[in-house]
Nanobody, 127 residues
Framework: QVQLVDAGGGLVQVGGSLRVSCTAP????????MGWFRQAPGKEREFVAA????????SYSDSVKGRFTISRDNAKSTAYLQMTRLKPEDTAVYFC????????????????????WGQGTQVTVSS
């Protein structure tokens, strides 16, 4: 059973930074493309960022491009989302997702492409 554990959320002021992580114990992490999504109250879940299984290819939503960075450490079975210059509209529950991938370069940007999901971690940006 694949399990993803999201962590690192919290309360941060506008303009601040925060890093959330997604740990995936118990399976071959390097075989999976990873993604981050978020869901604000009353809104649909939306794509934030994705990274290929090899880490060599990434993709970002327009709303976070230039402010957020997705990365992964396959040796630690962990994916990260480094968030900078945070805005109140970044407030949401952040979820990581995983999908097994044959390609080392392919990224996935829609929720229905992913098979496994973390439990989510709350990020609140206060003004």
């Amino acid at each position: 059973q694949v399990q993803l554990v999201d962590a690192g959320g919290g309360l941060v002021q506008v303009g601040g930074s925060l890093r959330v992580s997604c740990t995936a114990p118990g399976f071959t992490f390097s075989n999976y493309a990873m993604g981050w999504f978020r869901q604000a109250p009353g809104k649909e879940r939306e794509f934030v960022a994705a990274i290929s299984r090899g880490g060599g290819n990434t993709s970002y939503s327009d709303s976070v491009k230039g402010r957020f960075t997705i990365s992964r450490d396959n040796a630690k079975s962990t994916a990260y989302l480094q968030m900078t210059r945070l805005k109140p509209e970044d407030t949401a529950v952040y979820f990581c997702a995983a999908r097994i991938s044959v390609s080392r370069l392919q990224v996935r940007t829609t929720a229905d492409e992913y098979t496994y999901w973390g439990q989510g971690t709350q990020v609140t940006v206060s003004s």
